[in-house]
C-alpha cells in the first residue's frame, strides 16, 4: 500500500527556492514512477515533473524546465521537487501522483494515470 504525503510548500517571493517533498510510508516505494502535478483555482491539473522508479529517468513541463530538478531517494522512500528561480505563476497546490508498472525507465505524465495521490502542498509565489 502506498500512502503518500506531500510537503515543503509555502509562500515564496519571484526568484526564490523552494523544495517540495513527497514521501511514502510503504513498503513497496522503489516499484512505483512519481510525478508532480500543480493545478490552481479554476484550472485543470497539470504536469509538472516526473521520474522513474530507479530515479534515472526524468522529464520536465516546458514551464518549470530548466529550473527544476525531480530526484528521488528509494532509501528514504521520497521524492523530491527542487525548484528554482520561481515565477508568480507557479502559484497552485502541488501533488505527487504515483503508479505502479512499465519498465524501471517509465515515466508517466497524465494525472489520470496516477492510481496515488498526496493530498498536496500550496506553493504561492509573490511579485
Known amino acids: 500500500q502506498v500512502q503518500l504525503v506531500g510537503s515543503g510548500g509555502g509562500l515564496a517571493q519571484a526568484g526564490g527556492s523552494l523544495r517540495l517533498s513527497c514521501a511514502d510510508s510503504?513498503?513497496?516505494?522503489?516499484?512505483?514512477?512519481v510525478s508532480w502535478f500543480r493545478q490552481a483555482p479554476g484550472k485543470e491539473r497539470e504536469f509538472v515533473a516526473a521520474?522513474?522508479?530507479?530515479?534515472?529517468?526524468?522529464n520536465y513541463a516546458a514551464s518549470v524546465s530548466g529550473r527544476s530538478t525531480i530526484s528521488r531517494d528509494n532509501a528514504q522512500k521520497t521524492v523530491y521537487l527542487q525548484m528554482n528561480t520561481l515565477k508568480p505563476e507557479d502559484t497552485a497546490g502541488y501533488y505527487c501522483?504515483?503508479?505502479?508498472?512499465?519498465?524501471?525507465?517509465?515515466?508517466?505524465?497524465?494525472?489520470?494515470?496516477?492510481?496515488?495521490w498526496g493530498q498536496g502542498t500550496q506553493v504561492t509565489v509573490s511579485s
Open positions: 501522483g504515483a503508479r505502479i508498472g512499465g519498465s524501471t525507465s517509465s515515466l508517466f505524465y497524465r494525472a489520470a494515470e496516477a492510481v496515488y
Open positions: 521520474i522513474s522508479r530507479d530515479g534515472q529517468n526524468t
Open positions: 510503504g513498503r513497496e516505494f522503489s516499484r512505483y514512477m
